[in-house]
């Protein structure tokens, strides 16, 4: 039988049925690939992903050198993010009964916020020097930020068509304040690594020590805000500003397994920074008695 994508898109249950699975099997794919490729014996398949300082590890990075891309444009990502959201805020206030998704258009609405931030954040209070990202990340990036929409018009469709019913108020005001708090602590855990990259680098042009000496002096340890609990606070918060994605759309399977995702995602990066600081900086770990990523817990 021949599919007519014009009952499709006029067929709301179909719809998101589609939309649904899609963005269900994005996300499974997303984890089971993150993991195949960062837990593979080969360096070369490592280095697909490995940026930065953590790119130190990587002894194969060399052999996909030639299809590296500027690191800056990780602006895009959040430009992309926050233009899609913006749209898509329109289009359920237009297309769907607001009433009937009104979560998910805050959670959306939300998310084009913190897209909007982190483009300003990019460029204004990001320092990113020569580094260099491999093209696969970046592809893969823009990748996550069209399939977050998608996730959140399955979210708005399964809301309006189940007839999900509306949260209690104490669970949307617990979703807004966990999102502004998680904001704010990434915005401050940011500006803490602009301002300490900003240092090193002066430090760095008056410095008259060897290049090997002046490398390690560009990844000390961050100190204050979130820094003074775990080595990535500003990983903690972006899990943070998920889950309350999460929460405004009633834990919607695709909701929940994007949460999964970027929770995985981050800790494994967020273990790999703490091994560079263990490397490099193990007194002062142990002596600041610093998490990895989660206070308390890890």
Same mark, same amino acid.
């Given at each position: 039988?021949?599919?007519?994508?014009?009952?499709?898109?006029?067929?709301?249950?179909?719809?998101?049925?589609?939309?649904?699975?899609?963005?269900?099997?994005?996300?499974?794919?997303?984890?089971?690939?993150?993991?195949?490729?960062?837990?593979?014996?080969?360096?070369?398949?490592?280095?697909?992903?490995?940026?930065?300082?953590?790119?130190?590890?990587?002894?194969?990075?060399?052999?996909?050198?030639?299809?590296?891309?500027?690191?800056?444009?990780?602006?895009?990502?959040?430009?992309?993010?926050?233009?899609?959201?913006?749209?898509?805020?329109?289009?359920?206030?237009?297309? $769907?009964? @607001?009433?009937?998704? /009104? #979560?998910?258009?805050?959670?959306? =609405? *939300?998310?084009? &916020?913190?897209?909007?931030?982190?483009?300003?954040?990019?460029?204004?209070?990001?320092?990113?020097?020569?580094?260099?990202?491999?093209?696969?990340?970046?592809?893969?990036?823009?990748?996550?930020?069209?399939?977050?929409?998608?996730?959140?018009?399955?979210?708005?469709?399964?809301?309006?068509?189940?007839?999900?019913?509306?949260?209690?108020?104490?669970?949307?005001?617990?979703?807004?304040?966990? $999102?502004? @708090?998680?904001?704010? /602590? #990434?915005?401050?855990?940011?500006? =803490? *690594?602009?301002? &300490?990259?900003?240092?090193?680098?002066?430090?760095?042009?008056?410095?008259?020590?060897?290049?090997?000496?002046?490398?390690?002096?560009?990844?000390?340890?961050?100190?204050?805000?979130?820094?003074?609990?775990?080595?990535?606070?500003?990983?903690?918060?972006?899990?943070?500003?998920?889950?309350?994605?999460?929460?405004?759309?009633?834990?919607?399977?695709?909701?929940?397994?994007?949460?999964?995702?970027?929770?995985?995602?981050?800790?494994?990066?967020?273990?790999?920074?703490?091994?560079?600081?263990?490397?490099?900086?193990?007194?002062?770990?142990?002596?600041?008695?610093?998490?990895?990523?989660?206070?308390?817990?890890?």
């Amino acid at each position: 039988m021949k599919l007519d994508l014009s009952d499709l898109w006029q067929d709301e249950d179909v719809l998101f049925v589609v939309l649904q699975r899609v963005t269900i099997f994005i996300w499974i794919l997303a984890i089971v690939q993150f993991y195949a490729m960062e837990l593979a014996p080969c360096s070369v398949v490592n280095a697909l992903t490995m940026h930065g300082k953590l790119s130190a590890f990587i002894s194969g990075r060399e052999s996909v050198s030639f299809l590296m891309v500027p690191k800056h444009w990780f602006t895009f990502f959040y430009l992309v993010g926050f233009v899609i959201a913006a749209g898509m805020t329109v289009f359920f206030i237009n297309v $769907y009964s @607001a009433s009937a998704t /009104l #979560q998910t258009i805050f959670a959306t =609405i *939300l998310f084009a &916020l913190h897209c909007w931030r982190r483009y300003l954040e990019c460029l204004y209070i990001t320092v990113y020097g020569d580094s260099k990202i491999h093209v696969a990340f970046w592809i893969g990036g823009m990748v996550h930020y069209f399939a977050v929409n998608a996730t959140f018009w399955a979210a708005a469709l399964e809301e309006k068509q189940r007839h999900v019913g509306s949260s209690k108020a104490t669970t949307i005001a617990l979703a807004f304040v966990l $999102y502004g @708090a998680a904001s704010w /602590l #990434q915005y401050q855990s940011h500006f =803490i *690594l602009y301002q &300490l990259k900003l240092s090193m680098d002066k430090k760095k042009e008056n410095n008259t020590s060897s290049s090997s000496e002046v490398a390690l002096m560009r990844y000390p340890l961050p100190k204050g805000g979130g820094f003074d609990f775990c080595v990535c606070p500003h990983y903690l918060a972006e899990v943070g500003i998920y889950l309350s994605f999460a929460i405004l759309t009633n834990w919607s399977i695709s909701t929940w397994l994007l949460v999964l995702w970027v929770a995985c995602n981050l800790s494994y990066t967020a273990s790999q920074h703490y091994t560079y600081y263990l490397t490099h900086h193990f007194d002062e770990l142990e002596r600041r008695r610093l998490w990895i990523l989660l206070p308390g817990l890890w």
